[in-house]
DNA sequence: CTCAATGCAAATCATTTGCACACCC
DNA sequence: GGGTGTGCAAATGATTTGCATTGAG
């Protein structure tokens, strides 16, 4: 589900805020960034972006980009993540709770999940390192089953 | 814990079969790579084994060293890590059971655990999704717990 | 007005590639 | 010997950076 207008408002107002307690300024780019992101519900790349918002006639540099999107990891906007070997990957992250994913390597389809198993390792981590753990990344790579009943 | 000298001709024995099998030449730069990734216990980067073998004035290419890792790597001899966010780094998997990583964000430190309960996890993955699991990868990230006795 | 943010182009840096030469099979 | 592997240097491609200009506060 895309993002709707109320929740967008309610984003938009998270960034403000931040913006504001960090004395960043609030520029129209930042905004229009902010929105292109929470328009769309995938992972997306930089590249990906910069090109959609230039078919829709919004020209940012990529510099720009990789700036807000910065702002954007700090505040929690927004996660990312490394699925394959170069660029990031980055997905809206407000609204959305913790979870992992299975990549399928054939494919590079992502599936997301969420097991609340991982919070017991993590615990446990935590108690034989002795440390705090700030977050996670776990990947599943797969392959589809193959299916036994075909010709 | 170095390699001991039977294990380090047990790899080269693995990976000698895995080169005639794939009809890959047996050339010396190949064993002398796997050599020196089997001697040290760390992860390293290409750019330091560039540099360790260099300085054993074993001169190998950097070209060399990505296409003799690719090889490593679809043997099973080495596993690939992206620990930071630009270069990848290795380490030796065999005779090194599956385990997973504690990345501590400030000191940049790397602590290995191994966990049952990721198998379970795992499992369910490949019921839910109708697909098998063929590798895995877990982070956590974190920070030293802040002593609490201190001054 | 002032300084931080933007856009552009050039710089960076890990990795890849093209090509001439070397050497494994 | 023939063709794959190597070394070198140039190419690539995502991200970063420098700098002149713009515009938010």
Redesign the interface.
């Known amino acids: 589900m895309s993002t709707t207008i109320e929740a967008q408002e309610q984003v938009k107002e998270v960034f403000s805020r931040y913006l504001e307690q960090n004395n960043q300024r609030k520029t129209p780019e930042r905004f229009a960034i902010l929105n292109e992101v929470y328009e769309s519900d995938d992972h997306f790349d930089v590249e990906t972006l910069y090109l959609s918002m230039k078919e829709k006639n919004y020209r940012v540099s990529r510099a720009t980009l990789y700036n807000t999107i910065e702002l954007l990891l700090t505040c929690g906007l927004i996660r990312k993540h490394?699925f394959g070997?170069n660029q990031?990957f980055y997905e809206k992250s407000y609204f959305n709770k913790q979870h992992d994913h299975?990549i399928?390597?054939d494919t590079g389809e992502v599936?997301e999940?969420c097991?609340p198993?991982?919070e017991?390792?993590?615990k446990?981590?935590?108690e034989?390192?002795?440390?705090?753990?700030?977050?996670?990344?776990?990947?599943?790579?797969?392959?589809?089953?193959q299916d036994l009943n075909q010709k």
Request: proline share 0%; charged share 25%; glycine share 0%.
């Open positions: 490394q070997q990031s299975v399928l390597s599936f999940f097991d198993r991982i017991n390792i993590k446990t981590i935590e034989v390192f002795n440390v705090e753990v700030e977050s996670h990344s776990l990947y599943f790579y797969a392959k589809k089953k």
